[in-house]
């Protein structure tokens, strides 16, 4: 981690993609009618290689207000703001390496407090202006004003002072080590704003104007119809694992909204668009019927699901019964039910591919076996009453389990599996309005969610320390070592020391049963065939990460 940067360059992974019938889209992402070949006609031979032109048409299904990256923590606004800008260093497709993005190179002192970035020289902006450490300096300067109200102001870590000696030196200094940084830094959010165009616009920024360094140029947004990115001729800097630095191939970019899940995939498979944000698990079967779609997976996934135990509540205080519980759970029924098989069952926190992974996950946490179960509940004092649902000193072995619409199958799970040892689950189904509030209250068991992160301690950063109660800490969780241990790990100035208290941590948890950890998804990025050499980019479920290397097949 510390020291100057060196790297030695290896080959790029890419995806390559068998070419098949490819479409032809206007730049409004309507279909064009195929013209008839004449009788006896060749037709033209398919495209070998990219092809420059065209307009690229991205969907999704919802809205936000923003797509000011210091504003909001919307995953479709990491795609937009990886389009419209850079951030000092990038992520791979690994999720693991670091590599110079607007940053050619970096030094960090023995002590772990002081980054000194050397900046490229060859950048611009949109607006055709030099792009120098001052943008660099006013970008965190905005992110850390009280004024921003960002939610990304702690990813700097605890800063001491920034400074801008010269145009192509930054140097951050910190009060406390960062182990996570230069992860940090190289999320969709933290990308470099244009300093002009943000104090022209001020409050619009974000929704009247879009500027950065990016491969695309934001020309409009009309909320709840689309958005319109061209493609910028002087970007040359893309990061190496890219094939093509720079610049895109297609002219620009469509990015729609469509509101309605049945008609998104229809205009999927129809070639009206080229790719949507996320997709949904009912949909790949049906997908996978269609030679016009490529379904692509995406991987790694860092995405976890994990059912949480409020840990302080009467029932759930007794860790045998938390056990018990992890034994019960049928992970394997409620993947091919809920998901329909897209996904692999979680005997981890972390999931395996992440930075932080402890080895000793596999083997810690129980696998599903029922009659383990209810033996660990006649253990805890927990006997079956007359109808079947356990009770001790009077008290009938009830639990509420809170869940948001849209989960119900999931519910109707959960209650049958744990009504098979005993446990009676009552379900509190609510909207996503109410599912979050009521989330930090203390009248309720269980709950289930998802989560996105880069590495282990993101992950565990977020959820289990005591100062993260009521909420995300939902669970209760107030473990003095655990506190010592993630504070460990984000001070730690070698990758040794980091890794051992994230092991520690993850014993712990582990230990204490403080979670039943659900499953890993399976992620596809569905796509039209004519897009071509696209490779996903999970780093906060962005997936569309620069996308200078895609090219569309207009063969016809």
Known sequence: MYGAWKRTPRPVLFLVVTLTLALLLSACGTKTPEPTEPEGSTPPPAATGPQKGGTLVLAKDTEIDTYDPQKTGSIPVASVAQLIGDGLVALEYDLKTIVPALAKEWTVTPDGLTYTFKLREDVLFHSGRKFTSADVLYTFNRLLDPKTASTHAGRLGKVDKMEAPDETTFVLKLQVPSSELLVQLANPFM????????EKYGDKYGSQYLAGTGPFMFVEWVPNSHMKFKRFDSYTWGPEFLKNKGP????????????????LMMELESGEIHSLHGLYPAYVEQLKQNDKVQLIPSEPYLHMEYMGMKVTRPILQDVKVREAINYAINKDEMIDVHLKGLGKPAYSIVNPAASGYWQGSEGAWPKYDAAKAKSLLDEAGWKVGSDGIRVKDGQRMELVYIAYSGREDLATLLQAQLKAVGIDVKVEQMDATAFWPRTREEN??????????PTALDLIGLYFPSTQRPAPNRMGWNDSRTDELINAARVATTAAAKQAALDEIQQIVAKNFVWVPMWHREQYIAASTAMKDFTPHNFYNMHWFKLTDVWLDTTN
């Open 248 to 263: 895109a191939y297609v002219d620009e970019i469509i990015y729609r909204v469509v509101p309605e899940r049945q008609t």
């Open 444 to 453: 309720y068991d269980l709950y289930i969610i998802d989560y996105s992160y």
């Open 191 to 198: 990308v470099i704003l244009d300093r002009e165009a943000v």
